[in-house]
């Protein structure tokens, strides 16, 4: 579909969005989705609404401070848009760093959005790893592990440590 230029750009394939069950980089291990939760995502994705930005909010930003921090956090700025998520795909998998033994790859289609879609087209192009880092809403439980209560989006990041998987389609 083109964006409001009349461009249309690619969408990359196999893009590795989160594993859940394994201690992420602050050292939270997310409960995998629920069936629920990944239908609900489905809904968004059918409707065109699962976009993230390029980069999370953050507290350094004053424009992103000078509101109510919870606010920013549910809110996908138009302005700092840079792709959608058009298919997901969930695989449970062997690893010994998760809950019982196992993770859940949570591995998406990707298509970059404007205003922000260009860089990371580019970035793609380059080879360049793209990691998206989850923003959700999660609820810490007894065990340590934290429930993902909502999923806001996946933004666009750079400083994931678990290597992405990708391929231009």
């Given amino acids: ?17 989160s594993t859940f069950g394994r201690p992420d980089v602050n050292g939270v291990r997310k409960l995998p989705l629920t ?3 990944l239908q609900q995502l489905q809904v968004r994705i059918d409707d065109g609404i699962l976009r993230g930005e390029q ?19 549910m809110e996908i700025r ?10 997901l795909h969930t695989e449970m998998v062997e690893d010994a760093d998760g809950i019982d033994g196992k993770v859940q790859h949570i ?5 970059p959005l404007a205003p922000r879609g260009k860089e990371l087209c580019e970035w793609f192009d380059n080879c360049e790893p793209a990691y ?14 934290h429930e993902i209560i909502d999923i806001i989006s996946w ?3 750079q400083n994931d440590p678990y290597p992405p ?3 231009k389609s």
């Fill in 1 to 17: 579909m083109p964006n409001q230029n009349g461009r249309t750009y690619p969408e990359y394939s196999d893009i590795l969005l």
């Fill in 35 to 37: 069936e629920k939760q």
């Fill in 55 to 73: 980069g999370h909010p953050s507290k350094d930003n004053e424009d992103e401070v000078s509101q109510n921090w919870a606010h920013r956090i």
């Fill in 78 to 87: 138009e302005a700092r848009i840079s792709h959608r998520i058009m298919k």
């Fill in 107 to 111: 591995t998406a289609t990707v298509q």
């Fill in 132 to 145: 998206f880092g989850l923003r959700a809403m999660t609820c810490p439980k007894e065990d340590g592990t």
């Fill in 155 to 157: 933004d666009w990041i």
């Fill in 165 to 167: 998987r990708k391929s």
